[in-house]
């Protein structure tokens, strides 16, 4: 079945019991055993739930994996996986990344005993020089946030793959729409389902999807032994989402080009971050690892601080507000907001300065999009 299919039937076949052709919310937190010693195909919602085992086989499908888990949040996925590692362990990870992963890394797995190093993956000698003997896992970002660079992610699978190294990429900003990293070799694929999987602000989640079967086992046992799995009622929210995912990332892939190219002519305008764009350093790259370039990019205005917070205040369509993927367009202040979490000299040394904006365009008409953005920057 093609995409657009499988987002609407894989994992949810009308349900046994009556029919429905949705798949039911299954809100209980234990389930009746057949007789004594014989459980039926769930016992504790912990350990498995029929909503969320829809949404798994789902997202384990569109993907192009073998196993989905569900999580109740994007960094309860990103914690489980890293529980895999073990005292003693390694851990390379692209140096520019969300700064809510930065700080799980930096001040939670850290503290574990396991070895964190921040490393340019886009350079590959580089990333290839800094791998030690106890080295465990590469951890790649792609588009990154919020600087939307690209990692190339066929040719680190690769490199990985010779040397005995596991991989995992976030894949939030494209969604399998537009990107599937299990396809290019990568071992993991992380998700905040909050962003576009869901695509309504209204639930938080997380997922973890693999073909392959260790990290498969892996990832099941952790699962269940940290209590960290999604609830019922977050994962038919995100299934009732995950319907429309096509026909939402096309038109956020259509405004952001649009809207990015408008920005990019504007004379308060320094530089834009987007992919699709063929001044983005890694324009090739993009049509070559990925079928569309998302719905959120960065801009740079001329000027600091304060010209930013005025712009900021001037938008009235668009929300000043954290997170992304919504069918409402967000816009946001990434040194104070989504990257305050990381020491400003980390933030200054990747570019995250004040000057820049991201914005997640949402799928309103272009024309109230650029009538906002254009009176916002009139007052700067």
Not at 302 to 310: C, I, S, T
């Amino acid at each position: 079945m093609r995409f657009e299919t499988l987002a609407i039937h894989a994992g949810q076949p009308p349900d046994p019991a009556y029919g429905a052709v949705m798949t039911p919310i299954y809100q209980t937190s234990t389930f009746a055993f057949k007789a004594v010693n014989q459980p039926g195909k769930f016992d504790y919602s912990r350990s498995g739930n029929p909503t969320r085992n829809a949404l798994e086989e789902c997202l384990a499908a569109l993907e192009g994996g073998t196993a989905g888990f569900a999580f109740a949040t994007g960094m309860a996925a990103e914690a489980t996986l890293l529980a895999a590692l073990s005292q003693g362990d390694h851990v390379l990870v692209h140096d520019d990344l969300y700064g809510g992963t930065y700080r799980l890394l930096t001040q939670v797995t850290a503290n574990f005993g396991v070895g964190v190093d921040f490393v340019n993956m886009r350079n590959l000698p580089t990333l290839d020089k800094a791998i030690r003997p106890n080295t465990k896992l590469l951890w790649t970002e792609t588009p990154t946030n919020p600087l939307m660079n690209l990692l190339d992610l066929a040719a680190i699978a690769k490199l990985a793959k010779n040397k005995g190294l596991a991989t995992v990429c976030d894949n939030t900003f494209l969604s399998p729409y537009f990107q599937r990293p299990l396809d290019l070799g990568i071992d993991n694929v992380v998700h905040s389902t909050t962003k576009y999987i869901n695509g309504h602000s209204d639930v938080v989640g997380g997922a973890l999807i693999t073909s392959n079967p260790n990290w498969a086992e892996k990832l099941a046992f952790l699962q269940n032994a940290m209590g960290t799995c999604a609830g019922p009622q977050d994962c038919f929210l995100v299934l009732r989402g995950l319907k429309t995912l096509p026909v939402r990332m096309e038109a956020h892939n259509r405004n952001s080009l649009e809207l990015a190219r408008w920005l990019s002519k504007h004379p308060k305008v320094k530089a834009v971050l987007h992919p699709g764009l063929e001044s983005h350093p890694q324009h090739e790259l993009a049509k070559r690892q990925m079928t569309g370039f998302g719905g959120t990019f960065s801009f740079r205005l001329r000027g600091g601080k304060d010209e930013a917070f005025r712009f900021l205040g001037g938008v009235k369509l668009l929300t000043l507000a954290e997170s992304l993927g919504g069918v409402e367009s967000l816009i946001e202040h990434p040194a104070t907001m989504t990257h305050a979490s990381m020491p400003e000299e980390v933030r200054l040394a990747l570019g995250i300065t004040d000057d820049l904006i991201r914005i997640s365009v949402g799928i309103e008409h272009i024309d109230d999009l650029i009538a906002d953005l254009e009176a916002a920057l009139n007052g700067v």
